[in-house]
């Protein structure tokens, strides 16, 4: 029998119907709370390319390995495509024989929100119920539904420089259940979540613009260059990030906040302290969860098909 007779393919419309989106929140939870430490993951390569950047995220957890292939393509949006791309497999941790063949791109679809609702699950204030999400791509959307996965959400703001993507994204966002509607950087005012899901290389809003009580996330990039929050709101927020070392290798919003003075890598908490009750949330000041996608997380939620592959 040959390699590829015995591979599983899980197109998204698998992945959607079985990985709901509560259960990639738990999963990513349970591999920390289960003692994985994430300083142990392998770091990932990036390779710049004439139009975007390849990525490699080898990981190795519990039963299973696995390996994403991902690809950056900025241009992609304007073509109607997704600026993320990427292919996973998943590999018995033993033999390392392949597995499963993913949509690497409905992977990381999923396992981004997850990641950040894992965290902000242990941060948010239990009666949040006003997001405010900067972007109107897959991601944006996602990241409502991981949000109100975890808390009771009732109204939901986007805020995107397309009005017509933004109205798109609204009526999505309302598919959840919830009320939805366009808005401005001013909404962040009464937000108790906000997420920032943009390719923004310069801050989205000013640091006096969130209450103390409000837990926001940033997601959008993975470039030293490039950040979504100003430094100041660092310097006065609990700062959580994947590890010291992918935040201070990769975190733009980190490591130009420490740049400026606002904050040093000794202020950092990481996402294994907080989802674990090590270190528990600040609730004085804002809580802010900077991530930028590492390899185990992938591997957590794909390892769900494990037992259908």
Avoid at 65 to 78: C, D, I, T, W
Avoid at 151 to 168: F, L, N, Q, T, Y
Wanted: charged residues 25%; hydrophobic residues 50%; aromatic residues 2%.
């Amino acid at each position: 029998m040959g390699l590829f007779d015995a591979l599983h393919l899980f197109d998204a419309d698998d992945i959607r119907e079985r990985i709901p989106m509560r259960a990639a929140v738990e999963r990513v939870q349970r591999v920390l709370r289960d003692g994985f430490d994430p300083d142990a993951d392998p770091a990932r390569s990036i390779v710049d390319v004439r139009h975007g950047q390849l990525l490699l995220m080898p990981a190795d957890l519990g039963a299973y390995s696995g390996q994403k292939l991902g690809m950056v393509a900025p241009g992609n949006p304007a073509r109607g495509l997704e600026r993320i791309q990427a292919i996973y497999v998943l590999l018995d941790a033993e033999t390392l024989a392949p597995v499963a063949l993913l949509d690497g791109t409905e992977l990381t679809s999923i396992r981004t929100p997850a990641v950040s609702a894992a965290a902000v699950d242990a941060l948010a204030e239990p009666d949040a119920s006003q997001l405010v999400v900067f972007g109107s791509g897959p991601q944006a959307i996602r990241h409502v539904e991981a949000m109100v996965a975890i808390r009771p959400i009732e109204a939901a703001v986007i805020v995107g420089r397309d009005a017509d993507r933004a109205s798109r994204a609204a009526s999505l966002a309302a598919s959840y259940g919830i009320e939805a509607r366009v808005g401005t950087a001013a909404d962040v005012a009464d937000a108790d979540i906000v997420v920032c899901a943009t390719t923004a290389r310069a801050p989205l809003f000013s640091s006096d613009a969130v209450a103390d009580g409000a837990t926001v996330v940033a997601v959008g990039s993975h470039e030293p260059e490039a950040r979504e929050l100003p430094g100041a709101l660092l310097g006065r927020a609990q700062v959580v990030v994947e590890t010291s070392r992918v935040g201070m290798r990769e975190a733009g919003d980190v490591i130009q906040a420490i740049a400026e003075g606002h904050l040093a890598e000794r202020d950092l908490v990481t996402m294994r302290q907080v989802v674990t009750g090590e270190v528990p949330p600040a609730r004085d000041r804002p809580r802010i969860v900077k991530t930028c996608g590492m390899g185990w997380q992938d591997l957590a939620v794909a390892s769900l098909l494990g037992g259908a592959a």
